[in-house]
Structures are given as C-alpha cells and as structure tokens.
C-alpha cells in the first residue's frame, strides 16, 4: 500500500502518518518526490487498513501497490533516482552519466594506482575493483581483502574517485561497508536475502549485479529486499544473462534498460565485461548501453590485461578505456545525456577544503 501526501503536506503530518503505519505492525518509507512524498507501506502480515489512513491531515489517497515489488517502482517515487556522493560532483541516475572503471580484481598497490591514474585521465569518476572476488573455482586468486580495501582508499584520497567494490558475504558486508563508497553485490548474490537484507540496514549505496539467469521481475525484488530495510540507494547493474548463445560468456540483455525505466525509478548501470567477457565487444557493446539509455557503464581496465590475476580477457587496455570516454561523451547528447569528464583534482580539492 502506498499513501500519497498531499503537495501542501507538513512534515509533522507526514511523520504523523509514519508513526500510525508504524503502531498498526508495518513499516514506513517516506520517500520524498518533486512533488509529493509517498510513504510506501511494508510488512509481512498483510495490508494495512486504509480507512484510517485516509482520514489522516495531510494525506491525498491511499493506494494499493499490486506489483511485487513496491518501493522500487514507480508508483512510489515517479521521478528517478539520483544517488549523491559527499564532496564529489559524481553522481549516478539522472542526467549525467556514470562510469566506473578498474581492474577486476585488485592485484598490487602499484597494478591498482596505475590503473587509477589512467582512469582518472580519461574522466572516470568512480573506481571499481575487486577485493574479496567470487570466484568458480576455490584455487583461483581470491583478492587481496582488506589490504584491497586499504589500497582503494588511498586511491579515492589522490585522484578522487569514489569506491565501488564487492562485499561477498555477510562477514566482509560489514568491513566493505567501512571503506567503499558503493557497495557491490554480485551476481551470485543476487538472491542471497540475508545478505541483501544485512545491506539494506547499510547507509550507503548498494550496486545489484543481475543474477545470471534472474527475470526482471527477481531482480527488482532485490532492490526492494535491500529497500524494505530502508535503504533506498539502489543502483541496479545488468551484466549479462546465461543463453544458448556461445560466442561471448555471457548475452548481453539490454532490452532489460527500458523495460526496467518503464516501472522503477532506481539507475541502471550496464556491465559490458561481464557481459560478453572479450575485450574487443565492450567498446561497442557500451555505445550501445548509452544508446539504450543506461545510465553508465562499469568496465573492467587492466594495463597488463595478459597478467592480469582475473578476467584478462575482457579488461580493455588504458588507451581503449580513453577513447570509451570520448566516444561515449559524443554520444551522450544525442540520448539527452552529458557525460561529465571528471577533473577529480577539482573534487580532491572540493574534499580538502571542506576538511576531509
Ligand atoms: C565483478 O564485477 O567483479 C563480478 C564478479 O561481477 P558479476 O557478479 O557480475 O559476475
Ligand atoms: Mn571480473
């Protein structure tokens, strides 16, 4: 159930209405919009009475929500989604474009700086790479940990780039938590619901990976599993989905952006490493993701993409990562878009002067 306030409502009657869903046994979720705000209603055991609730000062309507899922849609919150960083221009959802780049997994100091350095050339304003990695094999490299952590935070104190990195399970939640500035769930977690549910008691974005055979109905649920505990910076990521299909590791679904746009307000990010795993499609295939109507790209770069401990073949070179940036910035106006070519020195700055 969702209560509309009215535009003129104040916020001691929108807190009024909270706190009545709340003695009822539910629980609510203001989520202010342009217009209004709209308390989404949730609880396991069953619906909320909506007489009361509409007799309430303040309130518009009370509406019954018949999707599944129901604080990712659109009938909560009509207006997308911008995810904000604190001293940072970077932002993900809305009219800018996001991108994020790395390595897939952090290797070294040295291997993580210099591929830092190169993407914060090029404009990337966020940097991923891998710590704690999921790996189908246990006698893979299974990332450096906290030393990972450690590293990407001095990254994000020199170029200025905010941190998306993985938390695999619950235990490493709450240590990614400390130092990343999204945290990542893969897409073998897609459904892993305590971990979804220990994320959404997180104060800081979390970026879902799509599950590799997850319907879009399974990944907003998701979401939602992640908001229904109240956090509402959901970043959903598509990464491919298993096919018949043989030439690439995975089929790419971007048919899934707008059809995902079409009923929920959270960005959507699109994975073209993952998703086809060969370093010559991911150009293209983020052309295409801009073109689709994404709203950003997370590649996977390496400057030694033939050493590289993980998913060499479908890290892209520095130079190719450059020439992403510029093409993707040429593009973006013919979608509605601007791709905001970073001066993360402005944002270091930004930072320092107000005492970070
Ligand atoms: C990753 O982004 O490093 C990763 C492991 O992705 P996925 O969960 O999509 O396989
Ligand atoms: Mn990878």
């Known amino acids: 159930m969702l209560v509309v306030m009215k535009a003129q409502a104040t916020p001691e009657q929108i807190q009024a209405v909270c706190d009545h869903i709340e003695q009822l046994g539910f629980r609510a979720h203001p989520l202010p919009g342009a217009q209004r705000t709209a308390i989404g209603i949730t609880g396991n055991q069953g619906e909320a009475d909506r007489g009361n609730l509409e ?9 019954r929500v018949s999707k599944a899922y129901k604080l990712a849609s659109r009938d ?3 207006e997308d989604t911008v995810i904000r960083f604190a001293h940072s221009t970077a932002t993900i959802g809305g009219h800018d474009l996001a991108i994020v780049a790395g390595p897939c997994s952090i290797e070294s100091r040295e291997q993580a700086f210099a591929i830092a350095a190169h993407v914060a050339a090029a404009g990337a304003q966020f940097f991923r790479g ?3 990695k999921p790996r189908t094999s246990p006698y893979a490299f299974q990332g450096l940990g906290l030393e990972a952590l450690r590293i990407m935070a001095e990254i994000r104190d020199k170029f200025g780039l905010r941190i998306v990195t993985e938390a695999l399970d619950t235990e490493t ?5 400390e130092w990343a500035d999204v945290v990542q769930i893969g897409a073998r977690n897609m459904q892993n619901f305590s971990l979804l549910k220990k994320a959404g008691r997180l104060r800081q974005p979390v970026l879902i990976k799509r599950g590799m055979s997850a319907t879009l109905e399974e990944f907003l649920m998701a979401a939602e599993y992640v908001m229904s505990e109240g956090n509402y910076e959901v970043i959903l ?7 018949f299909s043989d030439h690439a590791r995975n089929t790419l679904d971007l048919s899934i952006v707008p059809a995902l746009q079409h009923v929920s307000h959270l960005p959507i990010l699109i994975d073209p490493s993952h998703g086809t795993g060969r370093r010559d499609s991911v150009l293209p295939m983020a052309r295409a993701a801009v073109a689709s109507g994404a709203d950003g790209v997370m590649v996977e770069v390496h400057d030694h993409p033939e050493k590289a401990l993980s998913d060499g073949p479908q890290s892209i070179y520095p130079a190719q990562f450059a020439t992403m940036m510029e093409e993707l910035e040429r593009m973006a106006p013919i979608v509605g878009r601007h791709l905001p070519r970073a001066v993360p020195a402005a944002d270091a700055a930004l930072a320092k002067a107000s005492g970070q």
């Open 130 to 132: 891998g710590a704690y």
């Open 76 to 78: 909560v919150k009509e």
């Open 237 to 243: 990521c598509e990464r491919g989905v298993r096919t």
């Open 55 to 63: 007799s309430l000062p303040g309130v518009a309507e009370v509406i």
């Open 173 to 177: 939640l709450e240590v990614v938590a």
